[in-house]
């Protein structure tokens, strides 16, 4: 783990029991990975704008935005323990969410083709004042790709609602040759470091 924040003690953010994890989150890949781990769930979501400030780099866009989702809902939970995540992809001086349209994603898996990028998300734990905050990195090395390459890939996965227009998990092994990190943290939640924290 890395570029930890401020930090009440850890026993404040583990589960007891069979208490209930609240998910400030609405990916379908973060739940999976947490519910695949055998964390009990809680889904509740909150809409906060997700365009970086100026100036912001990658990591504290994604450090800040992972604190303001488990915050807005820790705020009507009190005394439950809240997760807030957030992941984009940094590549060559930019920031990679997710694609507006086809083309969009078509010209972010080019850029990627052949050349290595930056996963990051930032992750939040917080129960009441207690808060725990920090960043995952893994690197990706892609494939060397064409346009048939990615055409068959959209065939078979929607990238529209991915970061960077791909899902390692979904048929990565056209796009992806290699990574260095956690493989959880590409797919949306460095799931391993966060059961190391709530204790399980």
């Known amino acids: 783990m890395a570029a930890a924040t401020a930090i009440t003690p850890i026993s404040a ?4 029991g069979d208490e209930t994890l609240v998910l400030a989150s609405a990916s ?3 739940r999976e990975l947490l519910a695949r781990a055998g964390v009990p769930l809680e889904i509740r979501t909150a809409d906060i ?9 990658p990591e504290a866009l994604v450090l800040r935005l992972a604190s303001a989702k488990a915050r807005a809902v820790a705020a009507a939970m009190p005394g439950r323990l809240v997760l807030g995540a957030d992941t984009v992809i940094a590549f060559a001086g ?3 969410g997710k694609p507006a349209d086809l083309p969009s994603a078509r010209a972010m898996l080019r ?3 052949g050349r290595e990028h930056t996963v990051l998300t930032g992750v939040c734990l917080l129960r ?3 808060e725990h905050c920090w960043l995952a990195r893994t690197t990706v090395r892609f494939r060397a790709l064409d346009d048939a390459v990615i055409d068959g890939y959209f065939a078979l996965v929607n990238p529209l609602d991915k ?5 390692i998990q979904e048929h990565g092994e056209m796009i992806v040759a290699g990574i260095d990190g956690l493989l959880s943290n590409v797919i949306g939640l460095p799931v391993e470091e966060v059961l190391a924290l709530v204790g399980r």
Do not use: H, M, N, V
């Open 94 to 96: 930019r920031i990679y």
């Open 13 to 16: 953010l583990r589960l007891a």
């Open 128 to 130: 009441d004042c207690a």
């Open 28 to 30: 379908p890949r973060r």
């Open 49 to 57: 704008p997700e365009a970086p400030q100026a100036g912001e780099s």
């Open 163 to 167: 970061a960077g227009a791909y899902g």
């Open 111 to 113: 850029a990627f083709a």
